[in-house]
């Protein structure tokens, strides 16, 4: 049975630091990339950073230089330091595996956390 299951969310005022884990069971981890997408309701979901499984990096631009992703395959784990967090990062965050790069960038990657909550004060 493949699990995704993400901690470390939580509130935080802006300007503050989260990090955020996805921990992956049931599947290659090793020959997985994967993502993390934020989800705000009433919006769509929209992809924040991705990590191959040669830990190649895409970053949104409205993260980038704020949010650094990486990953342990010795712990199938991958997680997203989020620094000067803005108000406007609130949002469910979602990781996503999957053995093609494409499909995670499309949003339709094969495997899917519940999610955990970002809450940005300001």
């Known amino acids: 049975q493949v699990q995704l299951v993400e901690s470390g969310g939580g509130l935080v005022q802006a300007g503050g630091s989260l990090r955020l884990s996805c921990a992956a069971s049931?599947?290659?981890?090793?020959?997985?990339?994967v993502a993390w997408y934020r989800q705000v309701p009433g919006k769509q979901r929209d992809m924040v950073v991705t990590?191959?499984?040669?830990?190649?990096?895409r970053y949104a631009d409205s993260v980038k230089g704020r949010f650094t992703i990486s990953r342990s395959n010795a712990k199938n784990t991958v997680y997203l330091q989020m620094n000067s967090l803005k108000p406007e990062d609130t949002a469910v965050y979602l990781c996503?595996?999957?053995?093609?790069?494409?499909?995670?960038?499309?949003?339709?990657?094969?495997?899917w956390g519940q999610g955990t909550q970002v809450t940005v004060s300001s």
């Open positions: 049931g599947i290659m981890f090793t020959s997985s990339s």
């Open positions: 996503t595996a999957d053995t093609l790069t494409v499909r995670l960038r499309a949003g339709t990657g094969n495997y």
């Open positions: 990590v191959t499984n040669t830990a190649l990096t």
